[in-house]
């Protein structure tokens, strides 16, 4: 166990449909980052939040948004649904946010769109 | 565009022997980090490699990294059982600040008895 938390564990929806993706980081870690893996493309990096604010973006599509709230738990809100975002989606932090930090994975939500 | 490449993709061995997973980066880059994958799990952390010729090693794992070669290896010594799952190396994005992870496409390594 990583102590990252992730809510929900399994998601299944229709095409069209918003959902909202919870994480919360390990105590004490600040930064958290959110990846998409599906069979296709593999583990892809979508954004990173560090302390509130964010940091860094990766291939997050515009229907695609996040955030981190004062607690540091941080939500990825995904809109417009598509067959194609069905994936594990994980959630990852670390203490600072810097390049040797190490990552540490949330167990992930498996969404399903249909 | 940062690419990581693995190889082999998959790979199925036998209970005792060694092998070594290979990862290739594109661009300049001195921490390389090696994640191992259960099937339907999460990314548990394996090595976090900082600098040229770094060497790593937990049981039967040893992961090493050659910054000039862009070049980074993890070594399976006597492999088990156990050791069956899917191994990802990373690489930070860029090198200017924290950033999200550039995966390799995994090697599956299935070792049997």
């Known amino acids: 166990d990583s102590g990252v938390t992730q809510t929900p564990k399994h998601l299944i929806t229709a095409t069209g449909q918003r959902v909202t993706l919870r994480c919360s980081p390990r105590s004490g870690d600040l930064s958290v980052y959110w990846y998409q893996q599906s069979l296709d493309q593999g583990l892809q990096f979508l954004i990173q939040y560090y302390n509130g604010e964010e940091r860094a973006k990766g291939n997050i599509l515009e229907r695609f948004s996040a955030q981190q709230f004062p607690d540091l738990h941080s939500e990825l809100n995904l809109s417009s649904l598509e067959l194609g975002d069905s994936a594990l989606y994980f959630c990852?932090?670390?203490?600072?946010?810097?390049?040797?930090?190490?990552?540490?994975f949330g167990p992930g939500t498996r969404l399903t769109v249909l | 565009e940062l690419k990581v490449e693995q190889n082999p993709l998959f790979l199925s061995m036998q209970e005792g022997k060694n092998y070594t997973i290979y990862c290739n980066y594109s661009?300049?880059?001195?921490?390389l980090y090696w994640y191992r994958q259960d099937p339907g799990k999460s990314l548990e952390s394996l090595f976090v490699?900082?600098?040229?010729?770094a060497v790593k090693q937990e049981g039967r794992l040893m992961a090493s990294l050659d910054t000039k070669a862009r070049l980074s290896t993890l070594h399976i010594t006597a492999a088990v059982h156990d050791l069956s799952a899917t191994y990802f190396c990373?690489?930070?994005?860029?090198?200017?600040?924290?950033?999200?992870?550039?995966f390799g496409k995994g090697t599956h390594l299935i070792i049997q008895p």
């Open positions: 661009t300049t880059s001195d921490r």
């Open positions: 990373a690489v930070d994005i860029t090198g200017g600040g924290a950033d999200g992870l550039t």
């Open positions: 490699l900082l600098s040229n010729g």
């Open positions: 990852a932090s670390s203490v600072a946010g810097m390049q040797a930090d190490t990552q540490y």
